[in-house]
């Protein structure tokens, strides 16, 4: 037997008996007449102890260990003379007999602590000893009780897990997909799914009702901050529902996750339509863990020879409460923020509404008290607050609003990560203009369903732009962390969907004939959605990167800096795929 015990349990109740334990060398301290070792595995750290008089060969062993030695060490198991109350076993030590050294180990190249002393880079070329460090270790424990919280609270309900393939047909969802060439089929590619979309879609007409998989989705996206190439779904798929049904089954399981890993219980989680997300917070998923909603001045400002507001089609701001005593350092400094490039806007226009009720403002020449007074009326403005306000086109300048918004959350500490504010975004549109292309794009996916209410607007191209879906997202904290949609499940309505989306006949039957042909034979109505599991880990640990809840992330240029991937593949491989490699 390696080990009677692990380096996590021993308690003062196991006194006396004699164990054996196997981990690795954590440190250890000479202190000439005895010799400590802290010996660690996944279950938590145990102090051995080794005595100088009792047994001198031992203890000179037991010096001679360098850390992440891998050792097995039996002996008694003794009260602590000086305890630890830092950790559970505290109280105890192993008063060793027997040291086995099973590997020797080179030096980490970085301190497994808590606090490493490993920079990112380092620590992900050595992602397995990395891992070894407690809160690495802790957020894979969390995803894996997270995992199973999800099947089984699905399986109750009678979700069916099924595996979908791997090696697929493209699903679009919007991004570029990774390919796999096909050696038996020169020429010709897989691609990897970007998530089984069309497979689920076929399991409910194949009659499965509910079906659920944790699986794992590719998306060769440009990087941004935080997205991996690869990541995985709680995907999900119902029969015979409506969205009501979708809703409530979901809100129930995050509220499920929230209860058991939280200890967190909500009531109905708040839903809002897509419109009122976009007025309101200038975005589609807004953090409600603050307020501070947008206010339309537009009406109010105009008129007073201020040209930038009188030429704008939309002067919108929000309230800073008390923080009228803002400074000109602060002021500015937010100017700079919202006319950074990634926010760009042109400036910000702030008003003082001072304790005693007089007014400052950066347009003190355009606008008297009275006017200043009208504004801070319309947006709620009360003595002893800040306000902040944008002009230009309505979308543009909302979406920078909104990270103005964002920004002085995080300035004023309202956007605890401890806090957690759910929301369903409701009545998405069902299609996106793009002015590149000139084209319209569904939002969500093709598949997804206009609502009915909206249907006949697909007659009339020039009200496109107005159809709502019946789609939603599910917001936390400001992050969508998952969406979905029902699904056409008509066939004709699907080919007028198609051709909204510039499908000809052929293309449509080339792409998704297999999915079209499906519904010829009784497609019951459904629907389903996509939790995204890392980042849903992520908010519950009130962390920012996905990456630390996922064993072996790539990096922010998508590679695998451990296992140096993706790397070029031999001449034979390429000549057996029938690919020809002329990189510039
Ligand atoms: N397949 C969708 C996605 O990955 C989710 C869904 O519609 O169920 O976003």
């Known amino acids: 037997m390696y080990r009677t015990n692990t380096c996590g349990e021993l308690r003062l109740a196991n006194v006396g008996q004699t164990v054996t334990l196997a981990g690795w060398v954590q440190r250890s301290r000479d202190l000439g007449g005895m010799t400590f070792i802290d010996l660690r595995d996944r279950y938590g750290i145990t102090q051995l102890a080794f005595n100088m008089e009792t047994n001198a060969p031992l203890c000179e062993q037991a010096r001679k260990l360098g850390r992440e030695y891998v050792v097995q060490v039996t002996g008694k198991v003794i009260e602590r003379s000086s305890k630890n109350s830092k950790i559970p076993t505290g109280e105890i030590e192993i008063e060793a007999t027997d040291l086995q050294v099973l590997n020797a180990a080179k030096t980490p190249p970085f301190t497994i602590e808590d606090q490493s002393d490993g920079g990112d880079d380092l620590r992900m070329k050595y992602r397995y000893l990395d891992i070894r460090r407690n809160p690495v270790r802790r957020n894979l424990e969390m995803r894996h009780k997270m995992a199973m919280l999800v099947r089984n609270y699905l399986s109750d309900r009678n979700f069916l897990e099924i595996e ?58 440009d990087l941004r901050a935080d997205r991996q190439p690869e990541f995985t779904q709680i995907d999900c798929e119902m029969s015979f529902v409506h969205q009501e049904d979708v809703l409530n089954m979901f809100e129930g399981l995050s509220k499920h996750l929230f209860k058991e890993m939280k200890g967190i219980e909500f009531d109905k989680f708040p839903r809002m339509t897509w419109h009122d997300a976009m007025c309101l917070y200038g975005c589609d998923k807004p953090d409600l863990r603050f307020g501070m909603t947008f206010k339309e001045v537009t009406d109010v400002v105009k008129g007073h020879g201020f040209s930038l507001f009188d030429g704008s089609e939309l002067v919108v701001g929000i309230v800073a409460e008390g923080c009228a005593e803002y400074t000109r350092k602060q002021l500015d400094a937010l100017t700079d923020f919202v006319k950074r490039p990634q926010v760009g806007a042109g400036g910000m226009v702030y008003i003082k509404y001072n304790a005693d009720g007089s007014f400052k403002s950066s347009v003190d020449k355009f606008y008297d008290a009275e006017a200043l007074k009208a504004i801070a009326d319309k947006m709620g403005a009360k003595p002893g607050d800040l306000m902040l306000l944008l002009c230009g086109p309505a979308m543009k300048t909302r979406a920078q609003l909104c ?118 034979y009784g497609a019951p109505p459904h629907a389903g959605l996509a939790f995204g599991f890392d980042r849903l880990c992520s908010i519950f640990a009130g962390a920012d990167s996905i990456r630390d809840f996922i064993a072996f992330p790539k990096n922010n240029a998508g590679r695998d800096v451990m296992s140096q991937s993706p790397a070029p593949i031999s001449q034979e491989q390429l000549d057996e795929l029938c690919i020809k490699v002329d990189v510039k």
């Open 164 to 221: 979908t393939p791997m090696l697929i047909k493209s699903t679009p969802e919007g991004a570029r997909d990774f390919v796999v060439p096909s050696r038996m089929n020169p020429g010709e590619f897989y691609a990897l799914p970007q998530s089984p979309q069309q497979y689920k879609q076929l399991l409910m007409v194949a009659g499965m009702d509910r079906y659920f998989q944790i699986v794992r989705c590719f998306r060769d996206e």
């Open 403 to 520: 990270a103005l918004r964002l920004e002085m959350g995080n300035q004023l500490g309202l956007r605890d990560p401890q806090k957690f504010a759910p929301l369903w975004v409701i009545d998405f549109p069902l299609l996106e203009w793009d002015d590149e292309t000139q084209r319209y794009y569904a939002m969500h996916h093709p598949f997804t369903a206009p609502k009915p209410e909206d249907e006949p607007l697909l007659d009339d191209p020039s009200r496109w732009g107005d159809i709502r879906a019946n789609a939603y997202d599910i917001v936390m904290n400001g992050t969508e962390v998952g969406g979905g949609s029902i699904r056409i499940h008509d066939r004709t309505l699907q080919n007028k969907m198609f051709h909204t989306l510039g499908f000809t006949d052929e293309k449509a039957a080339a792409q998704f004939g297999f999915l079209m042909d499906a519904f010829t």
